[in-house]
């Protein structure tokens, strides 16, 4: 009888926890995002947070803010303004909870900021670094 409700309190504990896969394939079980960063005001007033999933598939604004702009866009960089970039494509929003889909293969030890660019201006809004 222990067993069973061992391996039922087991059972739940593994189905309440979040999972996913690894860049191998490995099952994670966490829901503690793999980097984590606080926007910062460039050309134009920017605030909230983002964070990279444990898989690294997922980047997620959390109570995201800027202003409206002309083709702004998201992007993986290596510094703010960076021609060394990894786009995850239009900025979805100027005020919310937004998430965007992060290429395989991205490599986060080159890739630590991300940039909200503003094309038309050749400026970014705002940045977080990744930490």
Partial sequence: MKKIVFL????????????????????????????????????????????????????????FKTDNGPLLVVYLSTSVGSVDFVSLGDLKGIEGDYSYNIPANTDFSKYTFVDIWCIAASVSFGHAELE
């Fill in 8 to 63: 039922i309190g087991l059972l739940f504990f593994l189905t309440s926890c979040s999972s996913s896969e690894d860049d191998t394939g490995n099952v994670i079980l966490s829901s503690t995002p793999f980097k984590t960063g606080n926007f910062v005001s460039g050309a134009h007033p920017t605030s909230g947070s983002v964070s990279v999933s444990p898989a690294k598939k997922t980047l997620s604004f959390k109570n």
